[in-house]
């Protein structure tokens, strides 16, 4: 069980990513409507495969910080000021699109796995493990994204 003074961080966590998520969500909507050339198709699948998995993220993540009696953000002021990631901007290419991506599954990634350490060091296993089973899934993404750009994984 989540202990009372750690739930707070716990739901921190959570909402950090509640608020990466929902930019993200809108991002890859962008992107997928406004991804132009010879990848258009290719693109243009994997953004609403991306946005689709990212749906599923957001309404987790919040059905979470209520089973643990916090409070989930909710508006979209808030989720863009809460977020580490930026919002997307138009007229990029394709590849600009996926490099900026790629680097906003780093930060995503980077900060989950700082959500794993809070979530377990509260004996929150239940988060701990949601976090852990959504780093696989960006990791995989963003192989793929960096396989696209021509990037090695680090």
Known sequence: MVQVQDKTQVVEALNKQL?????????????????????????????????????????????????????????????????????????LDAPAMVKQLSEDFDVLIAEMHQGVKVAEEAGDDSTADMFIGMITDVEKNNWMLKSYLGNEVE
């Open 19 to 91: 608020a990466n998520n929902t930019v993200l969500w809108t991002k890859l909507h962008n992107y997928h409507w406004y991804v132009k050339g010879a990848n258009f198709f290719s693109l243009h699948v994997k953004f609403e495969e991306l946005y689709d998995a990212t749906a599923v993220y957001v309404d987790d993540l919040a059905e979470r910080i209520l089973a643990i009696g916090g409070a989930p953000i909710a508006k979209q002021t808030e989720a863009i000021e809460e977020a580490s990631v930026e919002e997307g901007e138009y007229g």
